[in-house]
């Protein structure tokens, strides 16, 4: 986590000292502005964190603050309302300063918004997490996909594989749920991945079959994703 150094003047809210400035960069505790810092000494403290912190987090997630507004921008952008912010306690790490988009004992995945890390930094042992209640599970790539698809109300539940394969121990705790059907929905790109699963399932008696799009789920409106999910 970037040091504190003072409070100043906001330049979108007007206020006179509700602007922190950090290390690296500056967040109102008012109006929620964030902005990074561009001069070359943040950007080589920026490059020093990513070359001594990526590899891994030490701890799980625990310092949670407001989620700031280029965050909150990105949730929005795909349908993630304030609501299922809540309902799946999708949180800001302060010290790491990532968002934590699922959190369990074991593993956790987060998205971070400095181009000089990876998109997402995960820790842990992935566990089985299903989204949703319904009779038909659909198995995705990313978490707001997953979340995505429950909000269409269409009986569906939703697995997201933090990933493109399928762990052999999920197969089995999902055979052992009876769903009515369960339907694999990768990227285009992973569609030799997706035919591989829908043959396992095939084996085992669970009926199964695959979306191929070119974008994930969470690209899609809810008309968009329902019209997907009927089609066959």
Known sequence: MSAFLKHQPCPRCGSKDNLGEYEDHFWCFGCKYYKLKNDTKSIRQ???????????????????????????????????????????????????????????????????????????????????????????LVIVEDILSAMRITRTRSHHCALPLLGSSLPYEWENEIVKKNFKEVIIWLDRDKASNALRIKRKFKQRGVDSRVIVSDNDPKEYSKGEILEWLKSK
């Open 46 to 136: 920026r490059l020093n964190k990513t070359n001594n912190t990526d590899k891994g987090v030490d701890n799980m997630p625990q310092n949670f603050g407001e989620i700031p507004v280029n965050a909150m921008k990105w949730l929005l952008s795909y349908g993630i309302s304030k609501e299922d912010i809540e309902e799946y306690n999708i949180q800001w790490d302060v010290k790491n300063e990532f968002l934590v988009l699922l959190q369990n004992a074991k593993y956790f995945q987060a998205r971070t918004f400095d181009k000089l890390r990876p998109k997402y930094l995960s820790k842990g042992q992935k566990l089985l997490t299903i989204y949703g209640t319904g009779d038909k």
